[in-house]
């Protein structure tokens, strides 16, 4: 049997050549084209780049100009202005309020400010000023309050804001000196009494002690009469800010205790702030309390006469046995307590 041997017909050199080159051309061709989209196409994406960053680069500077003008803008009303001390005045005057009295606002200096410096013996609440945006952040973890202000003329436009609501609004009149009466400033914290402090004169009494271990109870004349036809001056205590009553003083008392060091609560003493006038005949059922209760003495405090700038405070300690002296005795507080 013989066997047959296929033999493949071979292509001429030549023509397998040509055949490679056409393809060669082809790809040459092809590759050009793809090589000028891709050149194309980064061109394009490079020019939207470059159109996107000066975009960005003018939005930038056209911000920074906005800002250097603010700034610039500021400086004339700078905090050599804005320093001192501002009363803030409600825009509507019945609206609810946080805020008992009038508010301050004291400008020290570029970056801090006091909400209610006189308020009280502990110097009102820090904040800090932000002068660029205007804005003033008072307190810290237990008080927290955001206020924003707009320069008006010589006035300014106060908000008091809550998560970035408005709920308040002023008008910030400044106070230049001895505009205002401190001694008021200092009671602003009491709406429902008012008190004027009595006056030293000649006698001596002694400096504000640790105002941590000071247990205050204010006498003070009723702004408001429960009977407007009466023409009798009503005399109320009030404990924290609360019109209270005589027997409320025990539990005002072991509260005010709890917040005291237990190693410093047997050097808590008492403090009266009661009003200049207050007749001693009104004065005896509150200190016959605290000597039945076992108070061997309680501290009045005195002012000096001139509060216009400032209010000073002194103390003076009257001991509970000269109960007797008062009985029968037709006197005011500030005469009684200037007799030694």
């Not at 397998?16 to 060669?24: D, E, H, P, T, W």
């Not at 410096?117 to 952040?137: A, L, M, P, T, W």
């Not at 908000?159 to 602003?188: L, M, V």
């Amino acid at each position: 049997m013989m066997k047959t041997v296929s033999r493949r017909l071979r292509r001429p050199f030549h023509a397998i050549i040509m055949n490679k080159l056409v393809k060669y051309i082809w790809w040459i061709k092809i590759s050009k084209w793809s090589i000028i989209a891709v050149l194309l196409s980064f061109l394009i994406w490079r020019g939207e780049l470059i159109l996107r960053y000066s975009n960005e680069s003018y939005q930038d500077l056209k911000k920074a100009q906005i800002w250097k003008s603010r700034i610039k803008s500021f400086r004339k009303t700078n905090t050599t202005e804005l320093k001192g001390h501002w009363h803030l005045i409600k825009d509507i005057p019945k609206e609810k309020s946080i805020f008992t009295g009038v508010p301050t606002i004291d400008f020290e200096n570029d970056n801090m400010a006091i909400l209610g410096k006189f308020q009280g013996e502990y110097g009102g609440i820090g904040g800090y000023h932000d002068s660029v945006n205007q804005s003033i952040r008072f307190g810290g973890e237990c008080f927290l309050a955001n206020f924003r202000y707009e320069i008006k003329g010589d006035k300014l436009k106060v908000t008091y804001e809550e998560s970035g609501n408005i709920e308040e609004s002023f008008t910030a009149i400044r106070c230049e000196d001895n505009c205002c009466n401190k001694q008021e400033e200092f009671f602003y914290g009491q709406p429902d009494i008012k008190i004027d402090l009595p006056v030293i004169v000649g006698v001596e009494c002694m400096q504000v002690k640790d105002l941590s271990l000071e247990t205050r109870l204010y006498l003070g004349l009723l702004k408001r009469k429960s009977n407007k036809k009466s023409h009798i001056e009503e005399y109320k205590l009030v404990l924290g800010y609360k019109i209270s009553k005589i027997t409320d003083i025990e539990l005002w008392e072991k509260r005010t205790r709890i917040k005291v060091l237990e190693s410093k609560r047997e050097n808590i003493y008492k403090v009266m702030y009661a009003d200049r006038n207050t007749p001693t005949s009104v004065l005896i059922p509150y200190l016959q309390y605290l000597k039945n209760k076992g108070d061997k003495s309680l501290y009045f405090a005195l002012r000096e006469e001139d509060i216009r700038d400032k209010i000073k405070i002194c103390y003076k300690e009257v001991g509970l046995e000269k109960l007797n002296e008062l009985e029968n005795v037709d006197k005011t507080l500030e005469n009684w307590l200037n007799e030694d």
